[in-house]
């Protein structure tokens, strides 16, 4: 079975500070998209950032970037400077092989300290 | 950017009754949604894939006759929750993807 682990249920950091959260993931296929999702306490879902499998190069968007290792099937993610506003639940996801549906990791929870 | 629309943000139902939750892709068309169920401190769960024009794809374990899904235009997915149960009390979510997948707001059921 096709299936996503973060292996962190919860994680801490300092205001200022950098946390990376870890996400491992097992597939058959070579072409694929990553994702990282957010949910804070609103549970809306938010895009945090998306990496494609081919790019050999590692997706950033601002404070946020991701480690991807390919051969080692992990996707780790990277955040700079947390501020208390990245308190909430990170979600590592990606598409099932052959489909679209959107597998998810059980999640981490995010504090941050002030 | 893509933007999905899910309604009602809440709802409070009797038990035995049935409730409908409605999902828009506002500024693209869905051919494809997805409907999750999330449970307290717990991860997305998916548990149907809804086709414009065609019949839903359930999960494993998800009965389909308690949750219909009707997906009748390419901007508009329903989920109907039928004769609904206490158990049933959760929060859904629904999603749609264009190039990433963008999700509703999330619907909280409460079964009383």
């Known amino acids: 079975a096709q299936t996503v682990t973060q292996s962190q249920p919860e994680m801490s950091v300092q205001e200022a500070e950098t946390v990376t959260l870890s996400c491992t993931y097992d597939?058959?296929?070579?072409?694929?998209?990553l994702f990282w999702y957010k949910q804070p306490p609103s549970r809306q879902m938010i895009l945090v950032i998306r990496q494609e499998a081919y790019k050999q190069q590692n997706a950033t968007e601002n404070r946020f970037s991701v480690n991807f290792q390919k051969a080692a099937k992990s996707f780790s993610l990277k955040i700079s400077d947390s501020q208390l506003g990245d308190a909430a639940m990170y979600f590592c996801a990606y598409p099932q092989g052959g489909s679209e549906k959107l597998v998810f990791g059980k999640g981490t929870k995010l504090t941050v300290n002030p | 950017g893509a933007v999905v629309s899910q309604h009602p943000s809440w709802v409070i139902c009797k038990s035995g009754t049935s409730v409908k939750i409605e999902c828009r892709s506002l500024d693209f068309q869905a051919t494809t949604m997805f409907w999750y169920r999330q449970f307290p401190k717990q991860s997305l769960m998916l548990m149907a894939t809804s086709n414009e024009g065609s019949k839903a794809t359930y999960e494993q374990g998800v009965e389909k006759d308690k949750f219909l899904i009707n997906h009748a235009s390419l901007t508009l997915s329903t989920l109907t929750v039928t004769s609904a149960h206490p158990e049933d009390s959760s929060f859904y979510i629904c999603s749609a993807r264009r190039e990433s997948y963008t999700f509703g707001s999330g619907t909280r059921l409460t079964v009383v």
């Open positions: 597939t058959s296929e070579s072409d694929y998209y």
